[in-house]
């Protein structure tokens, strides 16, 4: 069975970034051929999806972080990444990575997640 994993989280000052990573395990499971999506997870508050990756290449993002995310796939490395720029507090959240919600398949079960916390 596929299991998730991301990394790449921690403590940053508001205008900071961070570089998420996210890749799966098993050997017939990669995050390079499927569309996947990067979600977070606020404090109370309910998941949502922050910034997809289309099986070709193309990519969408949430208003709240377009521009200042930029979601991108190492085929080579079979990883995903999350690069976060000029984060803000309100970025603060458990991010996850899976299949893309708005796609035609199934997601996987949910990894750890990693944490970033934005101060101000």
């Known amino acids: 069975q596929v299991q998730l994993v991301e990394s790449g989280g921690g403590l940053v000052q508001a205008g900071g970034s961070l570089r998420l990573s996210c890749a799966a395990s098993?050997?017939?499971?990669?995050?390079?051929?499927?569309?996947m999506g990067w979600y977070r997870q606020p404090p109370g508050k309910q998941r949502e999806l922050v910034a997809t990756?289309?099986?070709?290449?193309?990519?969408n993002y949430a208003d709240s972080v377009k521009g200042r995310f930029t979601i991108s796939r190492d085929n080579a490395k079979k990883t995903m990444y999350l690069q976060m720029n000029s984060l803000k507090p309100e970025d603060t959240a458990v991010y996850y990575c899976?299949?893309?919600?708005?796609?035609?398949?199934?997601?996987?079960?949910w990894g750890q997640g990693t944490q970033v916390t934005v101060s101000s």
């Open positions: 098993g050997s017939i499971f990669s995050v390079n051929a499927w569309p």
């Open positions: 990756i289309s099986s070709g290449g193309s990519t």
């Open positions: 899976n299949i893309d919600l708005n796609s035609d398949y199934n997601m996987w079960p």
